[in-house]
């Protein structure tokens, strides 16, 4: 990191003076036995790992009326990390529209589901290190309003779509996005990628992610909205860390768990030790830049038109969409390719 931008420093300045006396806070008194305990306010900074619990709570209060009876899936969309360092807003705009055109483009074929389906995307930056690591948690109802919507569609039971082919097109949706804004002039490059304005250098750049294999990866359904909401609380205001994984700090180092995905079996907890500057720094590289929206909804969900679709699926959901029987279960390898690719943390 070259530098620290004015919203990370808020964001400091905030964990670092929240609940203490810099706040300010209240006093509160027993009559009886004149005991007195000091309640210092919180920063309610959306980066604060102290802060999120109230918000969390008050979110899934507003969504749980949107919940369906039906089947929930949980897919997760994992980009090139080097790609998205510098450019953040832009970058991290294109991962959320990519992989919800992905999912709404595969949905509506009429080879697959032939439905317009609904998500909420939440946008990730972290693996369980600290390191940069930018992806979609997607939570979507297993099915859709058919084109005409008149009824419901329900996708094919504990399946939702083959994970190679959404892998593949949110591939190619992304780059040719990432070239677009290249050519709008929406890219910047400093130091060492300065070159990178140059149109062929770019391209010339991501060549090679045009060849590799993108991780798209499915978990098993839920198993019903209440478990929808439960996994969502904790997913929708997470940070970069929480307080619990924390085991020691001081002005030279900063010891904290985390989880090693590339081991297969056996106890994946460790602890990592870093540097305190360098602890800070992975800390502040997911603060997204000011504004910006980490939870977004598309489709059938997508705020302007939530209400409506959602007035026409209860009755409909009752109803499924009746189905021939070559499409009365998943073929082979789309029953295979739910394991496709390793878990993105």
């Known amino acids: 990191m070259g530098r620290v931008s004015l919203s990370q420093l808020k964001v400091m300045s905030a964990v670092e003076a929240c609940r203490t006396e810099a706040l300010g806070g209240h006093v509160a008194a027993c009559t009886k036995c004149d005991h007195h305990h000091i309640a210092y306010n919180s920063c309610k900074n959306r980066h604060c790992p102290k802060c999120q619990g109230p918000a969390a709570r008050?979110?899934?209060?507003?969504?749980?009326?949107?919940?369906?009876?039906?089947?929930?899936?949980?897919?997760?969309?994992?980009?090139?990390?080097?790609?998205?360092?510098?450019?953040?807003?832009?970058?991290y705009g294109l991962l959320f529209k990519a992989s919800a055109e992905t999912v709404m483009t595969i949905a509506a074929a009429p080879t697959r589901m032939g439905a317009k389906v609904g998500m909420t995307s939440v946008l990730h930056t972290w693996g369980s290190a600290l390191t940069h690591h930018p992806h979609i948690h997607m939570i979507l109802p297993g099915?859709?309003?058919?084109?005409?919507?008149?009824?419901?569609?329900?996708?094919?039971?504990?399946?939702?779509?083959?994970?190679?082919?959404l892998a593949r097109l949110f591939r190619r949706l992304f780059l040719d996005g990432l070239m677009a804004l290249h050519q709008a002039g929406e890219l910047a490059f400093f130091g060492d990628l300065a070159g990178l304005a140059e149109p062929c250098a770019f391209a010339k750049r991501l060549a090679p992610f045009r060849k590799s294999e993108w991780v798209v990866y499915a978990k098993p359904p839920f198993g019903g909205p209440e478990a929808v909401l439960a996994y969502l609380s904790r997913y929708t205001h997470r940070v970069a860390i929480s307080n619990h994984r924390l085991i020691s700090a001081n002005a030279e180092t900063v010891a904290f768990r985390w989880k090693n995905y590339s081991i297969k079996s056996g106890d994946r907890q460790k602890v990592m030790l870093l540097a305190t500057p360098e602890f800070i720094r992975r800390f502040l590289i997911h603060v997204p830049p000011n504004g910006f929206h980490r939870i977004r909804h598309y489709g059938l969900l997508a705020s302007g038109v939530r209400k409506t679709s959602l007035a026409k699926i209860p009755c409909a959901a009752l109803c499924p969409a009746s189905r021939t029987s070559e499409n009365a279960g998943p073929r082979a390898e789309d029953r295979s390719s739910h394991a496709t690719g390793a878990m993105p943390m």
């Open 58 to 91: 008050d979110w899934m209060e507003a969504r749980a009326e949107d919940l369906l009876p039906v089947e929930y899936f949980h897919v997760v969309f994992t980009m090139p990390a080097q790609i998205a360092y510098w450019n953040k807003r832009a970058v």
């Open 143 to 165: 099915g859709g309003l058919s084109p005409d919507g008149s009824k419901w569609v329900a996708c094919k039971p504990g399946f939702f779509l083959h994970v190679r082919v």
